[in-house]
């Protein structure tokens, strides 16, 4: 056992690191960056340990397995080691590497703004098997480039899904103002952002920066918000629709996140 062990331990060992300090997780790389001089520094979300920094030693020189799995979008079954700062990839090896993303940079986007995402909603050590299920299934779709689900229609629901996880899910059954029920909507409705979901007719003037959604905007972010991915494939949204969740999704984001996203800012300019 402690044989089966040591072998499993990267070579060369980094100093003051016990071998049995080892861990293995299943992870999708969702951010890469140079570190020092042939290193890459890459931020990983697994389901057990949530969002994960770690580096991966000489992964920028070469063309070794571990140069190949440290890459954006790759989802990996990996060894690390702790360190006492940063943890380490020691040893992994590629389960999907989501190569379908590179066939045209609208792709690239939308699978970029799926990692920036994850990368927001994650906390760092914190399970987060939810978010972790949501990615991958986000990424595979993304990846698959099929004619339906359409990108736009998986990033909606990814959106959602993090936002879900992360308990921000904008209220879109009950008034934010004063917890009147909202039944199917026979015209528009409003949605407050700052105040985390739909206004009744009646509350519709508390917050002037509301966004205006029309019956099947509401209709379908309800649907989002509570389909499988599996069921994606069968859902279509017409271009007006869509442009409506995207405002109220990019809205309700921004007020729970208090920042921009770059992936998403590229996203914008390529549609
Ligand atoms: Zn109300």
């Excluded at 990267?10 to 080892?22: E, H, K, N, T």
């Excluded at 972790?132 to 229609?153: F, I, K, Q, T």
């Excluded at 528009?188 to 003037?205: E, M, Q, T, W, Y």
């Excluded at 509401?218 to 279509?236: K, N, P």
Aim: one cysteine or more.
């Amino acid at each position: 056992m402690t044989r089966a062990r040591s072998r499993s331990v990267p070579r060369p060992a980094p100093r003051g690191v016990s071998p049995l300090a080892v861990y293995r997780m299943e992870a999708i790389v969702v951010r890469v960056q140079p570190f020092a001089e042939s290193d890459r520094l890459a931020t990983l979300l697994s389901a057990e340990h949530g969002r994960v920094r770690a580096v991966a030693r000489g992964a920028q020189k070469g063309r070794s397995t571990l140069s190949a799995a440290v890459q954006p979008f790759v989802r990996a079954r990996m060894l690390l080691w702790h360190g006492r700062q940063l943890d380490g990839v020691a040893q992994a090896e590629i389960l999907d590497a989501h190569g379908g993303v590179a066939r045209d940079v609208g792709l690239l986007a939308a699978a970029s703004y799926c990692c920036d995402l994850a990368d927001a909603f994650s906390v760092e050590r914190q399970e987060a098997g939810a978010l972790y299920g949501g990615l991958s299934a986000a990424l595979d779709l993304v990846a698959a480039a099929a004619a339906r689900p359409a990108p736009a229609v998986v990033l909606r629901w990814f959106e959602l899904s993090c936002l879900g996880c992360s308990g921000f899910l904008p209220e879109l059954a009950v008034c934010t103002a004063c917890g009147a029920p909202v039944g199917d909507p026979q015209g528009r409705s409003r949605l407050s952002a700052s105040g985390g979901g739909i206004l009744c007719d009646g509350c519709s003037g508390t917050d002037p920066h509301g966004l205006w959604l029309s019956p099947n905007t509401l209709r379908g972010l309800r649907y989002l918000a509570g389909a499988t991915a599996e069921a994606l494939a069968r859902v279509r949204v017409g271009p007006g629709t869509m442009a409506e969740m995207d405002a109220a999704l990019a809205a309700h984001i921004g007020a729970v996140l208090q920042r921009p996203l770059r992936s998403r800012a590229l996203l914008q300019a390529l549609t």
